[in-house]
């Protein structure tokens, strides 16, 4: 068994045996909902509107090409520096090098999951970059020293005694756990950095190629700030976060609010479009974007699961997951979690050492459901299955399953089955649990009831 | 062959098998043989088809003025945004005043512009002009920012600023309390309202920082529990005149 399943199944069991915990997340995410459908309910059809937003994405992706090649030359013609990463080692050093160039010292990031994709943290400070979080949930979680737990709300899981505790010991801050309190201790740490830090690192929402433009979603204002002070600002995106008009993110923003975060509109929606330019206040003197591939590619040439690029990370699918409220967003042991991580990461980072987090799903559907964008998530844990299955069959599963059709087909077999398939219980009661049983798996947790000796058809024919 | 190239050889190489149209998951036998006609499912259209007409599925704004101020002042009121609207200069500058009293502003951020230079005039304290660059660390130590918009949005509650509308990038985030001074005539009825607006008054020459502003910053980090002045204003007051 590999240790990313191992680690997996030794995760899970942890966390669900966790029942506070448990029931912690579930009120977090009950509250969501309430107010998700809340806002939903005001659209005139969210319906509509997902499908609306599902095929400006597939125009998007499907044209992929002419759309970055317009972006990058808007970009490039209001003075920004674009620049293109094939992979995550490509990035790095292409980071490196702008702050290296600037002599930078000290970094302030707003939150970006490309960064965490690439794990660009621990790449900084090997280098010797003081790196800052801004993002309340993100500087939370950086001061643990841990991954975000959920692409939005990244310190979900942590209680608020849980972060005065961090506060009092790393930032020697006296204050009382009231999550207003926490807040301004965060805000007065920070106020500083952003005024003191060389480099301004983000992420993106939205990549607008009509007008050359990087739209950043959020709620803190620490993005803006982020934005607005450093001399340098350095953006890291995916390629496929294209939209192709300005006019479409009328529908895109107010859609991620509601689908992220139950929200109407998030409290900061920006779009930058290039470096200070004559005239203006202030701003960075230059502006570098940095866009990913890191196998995104990959998935593009899967045409049956491309629409997975079609994700704009709200998050909503993870809030809705029966297995992601129970097993935590950290048991994945990957950037992305939840069923759209499911379902990207064996693209990602390789289908056989990741097929078990398709296999851990319920396929209720509840995620594609929600998606506003229409992934067909729930299908795509299943073409993960069969294609995993397809690469490298299992042995044991296929003899099993090919005995079961021989019995299946035949009906002699299958009368003979049924008569006598209660004798062999007493045999299956000697290996039960053990390593010789072949249901182990299941049979560890649960009962199997006995097989009774008489079959419905039989009862129905001698019925009294 | 660089990087550039690379990626673009890739993608046009993956966008040669055609996807599925969305919500129709058809199964892996319905991709495309060569030589054989794709699907009408699977056929993408040209990259100038027209947008979506994103009004007729977002939350409703009715047609009418008051309507639309009604619900901006709504929407404020749920985001606790401070919003009000003055018969006339005389009474916005007298409750400027009064709001200055009561919080106490030593010291005032803004910019040069027609509204908000009259605000400044009226509340006759020190100002840090942002126009001809600034001190940031100046900034950062007065009590409030005060700003023009560029629109007001009743389908949100949001206000619209521009780097080149709201005196620069700083001004309306780092101050802990933002203050903008609107005309009654830039209330719009909706996000698309707004993106029109963006268009017609700035292409091709778009401003480096366009943004909305839905309320004074937030966060739910902590438990989910709402708390105000994460990192941006704590307070935001839209006064219209």
């Known amino acids: 068994m590999s240790t990313n399943v191992a680690q997996f199944q030794e995760a899970a069991a942890r966390v669900t045996a966790d029942t506070r915990q448990r029931q912690f997340i579930r009120t977090a995410l009950g509250n969501y909902e309430i107010a998700r459908d809340k806002r939903k309910a005001a659209f005139q059809s969210w319906e509509s509107a997902r499908q609306a937003a599902a095929l400006t994405k597939w125009e998007a992706v499907n044209h992929l090409d002419t759309h970055l090649e317009e972006l990058v030359a808007k970009l490039e013609a209001r003075g920004t520096k674009v620049h293109w990463a094939s992979n995550g080692t490509q990035a790095r050093e292409i980071i490196l090098g702008i702050f290296a160039a600037k002599q930078a010292k000290s970094i302030i990031k707003s939150k970006a999951m490309t960064s965490e994709e690439i794990h660009l943290n621990e790449a900084l400070e090997k280098a010797g970059f003081e790196v800052v979080e801004s993002d309340l949930g993100e500087f939370i979680v950086q001061l643990r020293g841990e991954a975000p737990y959920h692409i939005v709300f990244p310190s979900m899981h942590l209680t608020r005694g849980q972060i005065r505790e961090l506060f009092a010991q790393e930032l020697g801050s006296t204050s009382s756990d009231s999550p207003e309190e926490l807040t301004m201790v965060a805000r007065r740490v920070m106020r500083h950095k952003y005024i003191t830090a060389d480099i301004g690192f983000t992420g993106g929402n939205f990549a607008i190629a009509e007008t050359g433009m990087i739209s950043i979603t959020e709620n803190e204002g620490n993005a803006r700030l982020t934005a607005a002070l450093p001399k340098t600002m350095v953006t890291l995106i995916g390629i496929e976060k294209v939209l192709p008009k300005l006019e479409d993110l009328a529908l895109f923003l107010p859609m991620l609010a509601t689908a992220g975060a139950g929200q109407p509109l998030t409290c900061y929606n920006t779009m930058y479009g290039g470096p200070r330019q004559p005239g203006e206040a202030d701003g960075p003197e230059e502006w570098h974007v940095v866009l990913l591939d890191n196998l995104r590619t990959e998935l593009l040439a899967d045409a049956e699961q491309r629409d997975a690029l079609h994700c704009i990370r709200c998050g909503a699918c993870l809030n809705v997951c029966p297995i992601f409220r129970n097993v935590g967003g950290h048991t994945y042991g990957t950037t992305y979690s939840g069923p759209v991580g499911s379902v990207i990461t064996p693209h990602l980072r390789g289908l056989q050492d990741w097929k078990h987090l398709s296999n851990a799903s319920s396929l209720c559907g509840a995620c594609t459901e929600a998606c506003p964008v229409k992934i067909d998530l729930h299908h795509h844990l299943l073409h993960n299955r069969r294609n995993a299955a397809t690469e490298k069959p299992a042995f044991l599963e296929r003899m099993g399953y090919k005995v079961f059709g021989i019995i299946a087909n035949d009906p002699l077999f299958w009368s003979l089955a049924k008569k006598f398939g209660w004798l062999t219980q007493p045999l299956q009661k000697l290996v039960l649990g053990t390593a010789l049983d072949p249901a182990r798996a299941w049979t560890k947790t649960r009962d199997l009831p006995p097989l009774p000796q008489q079959s419905f058809k039989d009862w129905w024919k001698h019925r009294p | ?241």
């Open chain 2, 1 to 241: 062959m660089n990087e550039r190239e690379k990626i673009l050889t890739r993608i046009r190489e993956a966008l040669k098998v055609p996807a599925p149209r969305p919500g129709t998951h058809a199964p892996a036998s319905h991709l495309p043989v060569p030589g054989v006609p794709s699907l009408p499912s699977l056929r993408v259209p040209p990259p100038t088809a027209a947008p979506v007409e994103a009004r007729r599925w977002l939350p409703k704004v009715g047609p009418s003025f008051p309507e639309q101020l009604a619900l901006f002042a709504q929407n404020a009121a749920d985001l606790k945004a401070h919003f009000q609207v003055f018969a006339d200069w005389t009474e916005l500058s007298a409750a400027l005043v009064q709001l200055r009293d009561t919080e106490n502003w030593q010291r005032v951020a803004s910019h040069q512009s027609e509204l908000s230079s009259q605000a400044c005039a009226a509340l006759q304290r020190p100002v840090c002009w942002t126009d001809q660059g600034y001190d940031v660390l100046a900034m950062e130590s007065c009590d409030v920012g005060v700003t023009e918009c560029d629109a007001l949005i009743a389908q949100t509650g949001s206000v619209l600023v521009t780097s080149r509308s709201a005196g620069g990038r700083a001004l309306s985030v780092l101050p802990p309390h933002h203050v903008v001074i609107a005309r009654r005539e830039q209330l719009v009825a909706d996000l698309p309202a707004a993106f029109a607006l963006l268009k017609q008054k700035y292409a091709p020459e778009f401003p480096s920082m366009m943004g909305f502003i839905t309320g004074p910053s937030r966060t739910g980090d902590i438990e989910r529990i709402l708390v105000l002045g994460a990192h941006g204003p704590k307070k935001l007051t839209i006064f219209c005149v």
